[in-house]
């Protein structure tokens, strides 16, 4: 094994590190466990480097982990021994999602109590009409139910399933990243030496020495060793918004995840995979328990009172059967006539009554129509750049009262712009074209950006262009060379081996300076804060001559630089001066002071990350709606203020305040402010948690947009966690329901829209339902008491529940959204699904369709010359009375389009092609059914006058409905 051997020198060692972990694994062969190891990276050893030190440092855990700081791994170890180390330490990946086939999900969906009770009544139905019944025929209805299920298991199935794949399809990026890293050479004549190979991030072992430059993500924890003006962002994983100097001596901790935006550097794999932070935070990202929304809380209660209905009903049919009964019972045994077994079929009967009302209670086709409403919607919302992974989100969103929103990428491009400027002695509103400058100038100033500078462009294949790498506020002005088509990169190539010292950025300079030969002396460009920057400036550039640039002149500019700040633009100064090489000594060098004196002012410009064009009327729509929008953001409060502005988010009378007050504060204080609050800079991911638990704690339904890895605690936490698939990391994907793919604010606002949508159609869907359910239940109750028989037979009510009530669910569940669902309010979360104007349609369509069913069965033989006495004649008239009664649920379905007293209940219907067609079919199957359905669906032909009658009852639903409309009833609490 190539963890045998060990010297006495790495067994002291291990020694030590046990007694600082406290506990440490050591068995004969070479052990040390990733768990303890990890914990070097948690924020408490950072401030405590003596555990580090007393296992010696970087090169001490290269020798216990049989590395070489400079060689790396050895490549002359076989491919087993690589496994050993994966197997022994974990492999460098995350545990992804569970992901269940397509049996195991089409097995959960049999977890819904509505199918539970579907199964149970269609076993019953079953054996009861195959044995008691009739044999021949009596299977029909049990089997025709056990085939509802299974269509409503498929249905959801098959969604789970897209809906889990497309969710992988959009994680496949991260197994095309690579990374750097060093490994000894395996040739003889290479033998010490290590070479720089590119490998996949799930290749890297603990042990490997990697190689970070601008640009790279960190792929793993480690412990760094060397550092060249190394800077990392580490916001994903900390929510510290500035970049973090990493130093061997003073920050060597390396966090998976986090970004190198300036420098070089390497250091050693400690952890990988589920060991790492990323990997633990992935974990906890995962554990949260899964709750119902509002929508399913709310079906379930339904469910719960329509059942109690179905079965009281049920239980009072029996026992008034059962009584009648009785009482012929009785009068037979008192006339003294003997009880044979025959008369228990009655009572037989009766119970099948019973079951056939308790299975037309249940609404077969609610939770078909949830799934269609849902999968439908979540297919059309990926075309709108919203990845549904959780379907019932969907709805959720719908009655969200709160965003709280990041800034950067979300309501603004995350294209760091330069849109102003000072250029060469003149102030321009608008960044101008270069040919208006001298071109000797010119040339200073490109070269000062090209070589002043450690950003670069990086073509993204996914996105299929440029995107900045390195400092966001350097890549702005290398987009304006672009623009300005100016090739920094030829400019680089040429000059870079002239440049002679750098002297980076830093938060205490704030400015950047890079000197380079220039004939017989040297350039310097100077860039940075521009109040710095031009104390620092003796002359300014105007036209082809330099000017004095007195007291006067710089009041005059610092005034301008106050302008474009007070306007949310970060203010940037640009400089030069040439020097003579023979005032360069060695001290001149060594001395930032002497350098960055007396230099010629360039330009100062305004460079500003605009709000996306489409935010603020997104902003506009989501208060016209109900809906809050929070800035959360890590800005400064006055570029958050300002930018909240030009969103619409932060009005008078709003709050704006900063994180570092937020935290100071008690519960009791923040519940008091929060409603006012808009803006919260300055804040960190603990500070959005809360704010976010608050919220809830108020009643708010909160959605929450999140990007980086530190999101993840608030996205879970949330109603809905929305992330963010262009610039959102793996585990803030992972933690979210909704992924917005284009980054954008208004995509959330059309998911609030469509929510809204799928909300409204499982409730025009539930007002149908009921409407038939309501009559086809009073129809059978009254018809079983009164002895005439049922009227409606069992494969009828078939038709009727489950083919025409599936067909409704796919017509009244893919109504589109409208732009008039953002002009309502959302609804409140304990708003009854029925609202007052629902049940007053259900009450006035169900008492309009019993009275007709009622008045045929009593009148319809005279009206239509039958005698109800004659076997084939009463089949007949309940013929009419099922055509009847179906043609009313057609046209009443036109009526459920509209649930909220809307005058026209026609608008929009072109656009609904399925609902027309689906119209158009029932009729067309109703016409099959009754004119050939024959024995099996106990009809017959009708005559045109039946079929006229039957079809102007039905269309009086519709004038019938407008005139119902008219009756005063409550919409939803608003």
């Known amino acids: ?49 003596e555990k580090l030190a007393k296992m010696g440092g970087a090169k001490g855990l290269a020798d216990i982990l049989q590395s070489d700081l400079q060689m790396g791994l050895c490549n002359k170890e076989s491919k087993s021994k690589f496994r050993d180390r994966k197997r022994h330490f974990a492999e460098n990946r995350y545990k992804e999602p569970e992901f269940k086939g397509f049996w195991p999900l089409f ?5 819904d109590p509505t199918l539970k009770i579907l199964i149970v009544s269609a076993i019953v139905s079953l ?40 969710f992988r399809e959009l994680n496949k990026v991260k197994d095309n990243i690579t990374c750097t890293v060093v490994r000894e050479k395996e040739a003889e004549e290479f033998a010490g030496e290590g070479e720089k190979l590119a490998i996949s991030i799930h290749d890297i072992v603990v042990g490997d020495i990697v190689v970070l430059e601008t640009g790279s993500k960190v792929p793993a924890d480690g412990i760094l060793f060397y550092a060249s003006e190394l800077k990392v962002n580490e916001s994903s994983m900390t929510g510290e918004i500035n970049e973090i100097t990493k130093t061997p001596e003073e920050d060597c901790w390396m966090i998976s995840g986090t970004e190198v935006t300036q420098g070089e550097g390497k250091f050693i794999v400690t952890s990988v995979g589920k060991h790492s932070q990323w990997g633990k935070i992935m974990e906890k990202a995962k554990s949260k328990e899964e709750v119902n929304t509002p929508l399913q809380d709310k079906l379930e209660k339904m469910a719960d009172q329509i059942g109690k209905l179905g079965l009281y009903s049920a239980i009072l049919t029996v026992l008034v059967l059962l009584a009648k009964w009785g009482f012929k019972l009785y009068l037979k045994l008192n006339e003294g006539e003997k009880f044979v077994f025959h008369d228990l079929v009655e009572v037989v009967d009766a119970v099948i009554v019973g079951i056939t009302i308790v299975v037309v209670a249940v609404p077969e086709g609610l939770p078909l129509a949830v799934t269609i409403s849902l999968a439908y919607s979540m297919k059309k919302m990926m075309q709108d750049n919203n990845l549904v992974r959780k379907l019932e989100s969907c709805e959720t969103m719908g009655n969200a009262t709160c965003i709280c929103s990041d800034k950067t990428g979300t309501l603004t491009k995350n294209e760091m712009t330069v849109v102003e400027g000072y250029f ?46 390195g400092s966001k506020t350097e890549g702005a002005l290398l987009i304006m060379l672009k623009k300005w088509e100016r090739e920094f990169n030829e400019i680089r190539e040429d000059e870079e081996q002239l440049i002679t010292k750098c002297i980076p950025f830093s938060s205490k300079r704030k400015r950047m ?29 105007f036209e082809e001559n330099k000017f004095i640039l007195d007291q006067d002149k710089k009041n005059e500019l610092k005034k301008v630089i106050h302008e474009m700040a007070s306007t949310g633009k970060r203010t940037l100064c640009l400089a030069y001066r040439r020097v003579d090489s023979s005032l360069c000594d060695k001290d001149w060098f060594s001395n930032p002071d002497e350098i960055e004196k007396d230099l010629v002012l360039l330009s100062i410009v305004g460079i500003k990350d605009p709000v996306r064009d489409a935010v603020p009327q997104a902003v506009k729509d989501s208060k016209s709606a109900g809906v ?69 704690e108020m009643g708010e339904i909160v959605g929450v947009t999140g990007d980086g890895t530190n999101d993840a605690p ?27 793919l284009d980054d954008n604010f208004k995509s959330i606002v059309i998911a609030i829209m469509w929510g809204r949508s799928v909300y409204d159609n499982i409730r025009k869907f539930l007002q149908f339902q009921l409407t038939v359910n309501v009559v086809a239940l009073a129809t059978s109750l009254l018809a079983a008491i009164s002895g005439v028989g049922l009227p409606l037979k069992a494969v009828q009510l078939l038709w009727v529940n489950l083919i025409m009530d599936t067909l409704a669910a796919l017509a009244l569940g893919t109504e589109p959204p409208t732009k008039e669902l953002l002009k309502r309010r959302p609804y409140k979360k304990d708003a009854s699904l029925l609202n007052g104007i629902m049940k007053r349609n259900i009450a006035a369509q169900s008492i309009y369709q019993l009275s007709v069913l009622l008045l045929i069965l009593k009148f319809g033989g005279d009206f239509f010359g039958l005698d109800p006495l004659v076997a084939e004649e009463k089949l007949h008239l309940d013929c009419i009375v099922f055509n009847t009664f179906v043609l009313m649920q057609v046209f009443n379905e036109i009526n459920c389009r509209k649930i909220n007293d809307e005058p026209n209940i026609l608008k929009g219907i072109l656009n609904n092609y399925i609902f027309l067609v689906i119209w158009v079919g029932i009729i067309s199957i109703q016409v099959i059914v009754i004119e050939f359905g024959g024995s099996f669906f106990a009809t017959t032909h009708l005559n045109a006058f039946e079929w006229g009658v039957s079809l102007l009852l039905g269309f009086l639903s519709i004038p019938l409905g407008f005139v119902f409309r008219l009756i005063p009833a409550k919409g939803d609490p608003q």
């Open 1 to 49: 094994m190539w963890n045998q051997k060990i010297s006495e020198e790495n067994r002291e060692k291990l020694l030590l590190a046990k007694n600082a972990f406290q506990k440490y694994t050591r068995q004969l062969e070479f052990e040390v466990s990733p768990e303890h190891l990890s914990t070097l990276h948690e924020q408490n050893d950072k401030t405590n480097p």
């Open 107 to 111: 097995k959960d969906t049999f977890d």
């Open 127 to 166: 054996i009861l009409g195959v044995t008691i019944e009739d044999p021949k025929t009596g299977w029909i209805e049990g089997t025709a139910i056990l085939m509802a299920v299974l269509i409503v298991s498929f249905v959801t199935a098959i969604n789970d399933y897209q809906k889990e794949m497309q």
């Open 424 to 469: 060469f002695g003149e102030k321009y509103e608008q960044v101008p074209d270069c040919e208006k400058f001298d071109e000797k100038y010119m040339e200073i100033f490109v070269r000062s950006i090209a070589l002043n500078s450690k950003a670069y462009f990086h073509y993204d294949e996914l996105k299929k262009k440029d995107i900045v790498m």
């Open 513 to 541: 300076t890079t000197i380079i030969q220039d004939g017989n002396g040297y350039l310097v460009f100077c860039k940075g804060a521009s109040e710095i920057v031009l104390d620092k400036c003796k002359n300014y550039i």
């Open 628 to 696: 809050t929008v929070r800035m959360v953001t890590g800005d400064n409060i006055e570029t958050a203020k300002h930018i909240a502005k030009e969103c619409g988010i932060y009005s008078e009378g709003g709050l704006a305040m900063e994180g570092f007050d937020f935290r100071k504060m008690t519960d009791e204080e923040r519940l008091k402010i929060i409603p006012n609050l808009q803006v919260l800079a300055r804040s960190s991911p603990q500070d959005k948690l809360v704010l976010v638990k608050h919220l809830k």
């Open 714 to 740: 608030a996205l879970k936490e949330a109603n809905v966690g929305l992330s963010m698939g262009i610039a959102g990391t793996d585990v803030a994907k992972e933690a979210s329901d909704i992924v917005i």
